[in-house]
């Protein structure tokens, strides 16, 4: 896909190698049915406690991640697969802005830092997104291009 998902992949194959990650951050609660636009704060995060600007880059990331997947795989239909094309726009939309808003080049060895953390949440969320794809591939691949016009818009993490 984009240099996001080699850029996460990357970081999953150093933190298997021995570079581990954090454990103290839980999963961001549920797995949204579709894109939410905000992401949630972790749930180690008490209310009022500030989270910091790579944290939400990451939350963002994989609560869009996960939306997208969790579009993908229900796609059965015409409707749904339209659907599922309009939450990729949504959540490209949604992490082109956190990546404007995170301001910094968000590339190389900062990514990896911001995302290694939540590196297993990230290939859970990366899976759900190459099943929903070879899904549709196979069972319906008329609407493999519609939905692969909205893929190809996502940002890319270089």
């Given at each position: 896909?984009?240099?996001?998902?080699?850029?996460?992949?990357?970081a999953?194959?150093?933190?298997?190698?021995?570079?581990?990650?954090?454990?103290?951050?839980?999963?961001?609660?549920?797995?949204?049915?579709?894109?939410?636009?905000?992401?949630?704060?972790?749930?180690?995060?008490?209310?009022?406690?500030?989270?910091?600007?790579?944290?939400?880059?990451?939350?963002?990331?994989?609560?869009?991640?996960?939306?997208?997947?969790?579009?993908?795989?229900?796609v059965?239909?015409?409707?749904?697969?339209?659907?599922?094309?309009?939450?990729?726009?949504?959540?490209?939309?949604?992490?082109?802005?956190?990546?404007?808003?995170?301001?910094?080049?968000?590339?190389?060895?900062?990514?990896?830092?911001?995302?290694?953390?939540?590196?297993?949440?990230?290939?859970?969320?990366?899976?759900?997104?190459?099943?929903?794809?070879?899904?549709?591939?196979?069972?319906?691949?008329?609407?493999?291009?519609?939905?692969?016009e909205?893929?190809?818009?996502?940002?890319?993490?270089?």
């Amino acid at each position: 896909m984009r240099t996001y998902f080699a850029t996460v992949i990357i970081a999953s194959a150093l933190g298997l190698a021995g570079c581990g990650g954090k454990k103290d951050e839980p999963p961001v609660g549920g797995t949204p049915a579709e894109s939410s636009g905000q992401a949630e704060a972790p749930k180690s995060s008490p209310a009022g406690i500030a989270v910091t600007k790579e944290q939400k880059v990451a939350n963002t990331y994989l609560a869009e991640l996960t939306a997208i997947g969790d579009a993908l795989t229900s796609v059965t239909d015409d409707a749904s697969a339209q659907k599922a094309a309009q939450t990729i726009a949504l959540a490209s939309q949604t992490m082109e802005a956190a990546k404007a808003e995170f301001g910094d080049e968000l590339s190389g060895p900062q990514a990896i830092a911001i995302f290694m953390p939540r590196q297993q949440e990230f290939i859970a969320a990366q899976q759900k997104i190459s099943t929903g794809m070879t899904q549709i591939a196979t069972s319906h691949p008329e609407f493999l291009q519609m939905i692969s016009e909205e893929m190809k818009n996502m940002p890319a993490v270089n």
